[in-house]
């Protein structure tokens, strides 16, 4: 397979931007709102969590992500600061107001302009002395599919089917995200059916190649920093492996689950996600956005466990300065 780089200028960021922005109709609601399908769909912290294995993977089967994280990123060293940081700011252009959306955009571009090098050896599609770049157009398309794609699969693995309107009115949605980063509307399937397609072409696509440095990268991410958390890994282990693609399971040596293991899971997490409070079921952030998008501050609990997770007290939250 043979795709042509196409590289996205900062003015193709700034027309990007703009693109999304046009779309807004309420700068306090950002890009999405309270009824849309991205706050329903992200909403469901405990849930979207169980995801993080399976995106993770398929974006580290692309071969200039693991590159790019070999050469540019902290994540060897320090793990959880980095994904505090990739959390920091989806979380922020999906429930943030437009200023705080725009600032993450911003930063993760400024971070992205540094990421570039060379392939060190035949990886696919991708020859020994090709060059890489993080504001590729095709590989940034593909680490935003790998979220959207989770997000509804997650969802239907937990909840059931959600309709064709329904997922077709949230990837619409998604291509504002989409568009935050630049990436151009020419490369982004135009209908959900086109981006099912577009996800299993690349799932057996020579784009993606998982050689014995992808292995070791996989394995590091699903090590437990912490011998408590052994089981919540062997757990997300599980519904990875259950999610990915027959080649890209086997690919990275991981074995589908024992089906009754795997309901009998998947039912104790419905139940016991039921009865948590909001800002543990929803996650702060989700809280933060509907308080502000009614004219109220954060909480102090969301506050408190804002600033366990992210480092700071507020993301998403009503300015101090406002009402």
């Known amino acids: ?134 504001n590729e157009a095709h590989a940034m398309l593909w680490v935003h599919a790998t979220l959207w794609d989770t997000s509804v699969v997650m969802h239907e693995l937990f909840y059931g089917p959600l309709s064709s309107y329904e997922k077709e009115k949230f990837y619409e949605e998604t291509k504002l995200f989409a568009f935050m980063f630049g990436i151009p509307e020419g490369v982004i399937p135009p209908t959900w059916q086109d981006f099912v397609e577009y996800n299993r072409m690349m799932w057996d696509s020579d784009q993606l190649f998982v050689n014995a440095e992808t292995r070791d990268l996989a394995k590091f991410l699903f090590d437990p920093l912490h011998p408590i958390l052994s089981p919540a890994m062997a757990w997300l282990k599980m519904i990875t492996a259950e999610t990915l693609s027959d080649r890209l399971r086997s690919d990275f040596a991981l074995e589908k689950p024992n089906p009754t293991v795997l309901k009998a899971g998947i039912g104790m997490v419905r139940s016991a996600q039921i009865i948590l409070p909001p800002v543990i079921r929803f996650g702060p952030s989700y809280v933060e956005a509907t308080r502000r998008v009614s004219g109220k501050h954060s909480t102090r609990m969301t506050r408190k466990i804002t600033k366990t997770l992210f480092g700071k007290e507020e993301l998403v939250a009503l300015s101090r300065q406002q009402k």
């Open 1 to 134: 397979m043979t795709i042509t780089s196409e590289v996205v200028t900062k003015d193709d960021f700034e027309e990007g931007l703009n693109r999304a922005l046009a779309k807004v109709t309420n700068s306090e609601h950002g890009l999405f709102g309270p009824s849309s399908m991205m706050w329903r769909l992200a909403r469901h912290a405990l849930i979207g969590a169980h995801g993080s294995g399976r995106a993770l993977l398929l974006q580290i089967a692309h071969p200039w992500v693991t590159q790019g994280i070999a050469e540019h990123s902290a994540t060897r060293h320090d793990p959880l600061g980095r994904a505090v940081r990739t959390f920091t700011a989806v979380i922020s252009i999906v429930y943030g107001n437009v200023q705080q959306a725009v600032r993450q955009a911003r930063i993760v571009r400024a971070v992205h302009d540094n990421v570039e090098g060379v392939v060190k050896t035949d990886s696919g599609m991708f020859a020994k002395g090709s060059r890489y770049q993080a």
